[in-house]
């Protein structure tokens, strides 16, 4: 919200929250999505900043279905350099580096400090943890979670819905919904 007010600050910003009883958060409105869908504003448009990656894909799929677009919300310090695609929805913090030649997908949410090297390809609700590092021509498979601190090591392939623990050093690629921690990173065995 603190993104959506210093880039609209003559618009009237709200929380959509179907589970909310209160009608302020930080000073802003909440309302829920039938209060939001009946208000007689034009030009609405959302913003999806929910950390689950799954339900952010979901209300997307919401505001697709009524037509209603997407908003970047982007910090006034994200670096962006050349032939940068970004998809409709991402929410880029405070001092997010982008560097040439990277395509990110929808709903794409990067922490503070976080960066992406050259020659990316960040798939759909991919998430970075704050200080997460993406050095060059790294794919990154949608719904895949970089957790803070984590370096990814050039040329490596992350596979769809896999995360990387906080911290974690990436230097061989990791397979679909496989959680990998450690440096190097290996795979995370359970109990």
């Keep these: 919200?603190?993104?959506?007010?210093?880039?609209?600050?003559?618009?009237?910003?709200?929380?959509?929250?179907?589970?909310?009883?209160?009608?302020?958060?930080?000073?802003?409105?909440?309302?829920?999505?039938?209060?939001?869908?009946?208000?007689?504003?034009?030009?609405?448009?959302?913003?999806?900043?929910?950390a689950d990656s799954k339900t952010r894909e979901i209300l997307a799929e919401k505001c697709d279905d009524t037509g209603i677009p997407l908003v970047e919300a982007r910090a006034a310090s994200v670096v962006q350099m050349d032939d940068v695609v970004i998809q409709d929805g991402a929410?880029?913090?405070?001092?997010?580096?982008?560097?040439?030649?990277?395509?990110?997908?929808?709903?794409?949410?990067?922490?503070l400090y976080s960066y992406v090297?050259?020659?990316?390809?960040?798939?759909?609700?991919?998430?970075?943890?704050?200080?997460?590092?993406v050095n060059?021509?790294?794919?990154?498979?949608?719904?895949?979670?970089?957790?803070?601190?984590?370096v990814i090591r050039q040329g490596i392939h992350i596979g769809a819905y896999a995360t990387v623990g906080m911290g974690a050093v990436v230097t061989r690629d990791v397979a679909p919904r496989t959680t990998v921690i450690g440096n190097p990173a290996k795979p995370m065995i359970e109990d």
Excluded at 26 to 42: A, D, I, M, T
């Design 136 to 150: 060059g021509n790294v794919t990154i498979g949608d719904h895949a979670y970089i957790g803070s601190g984590a």
């Design 117 to 133: 090297e050259h020659d990316c390809l960040i798939g759909d609700f991919v998430t970075f943890g704050p200080g997460a590092k």
């Design 91 to 111: 929410c880029l913090s405070p001092f997010v580096t982008l560097t040439s030649n990277i395509c990110i997908g929808r709903c794409f949410h990067a922490n």
């Design 1 to 50: 919200m603190p993104l959506l007010r210093l880039q609209y600050p003559n618009v009237e910003l709200v929380f959509i929250d179907d589970c909310q009883s209160a009608k302020h958060v930080n000073g802003q409105g909440v309302v829920n999505w039938k209060e939001f869908l009946s208000s007689p504003r034009e030009g609405k448009t959302v913003s999806i900043a929910i």
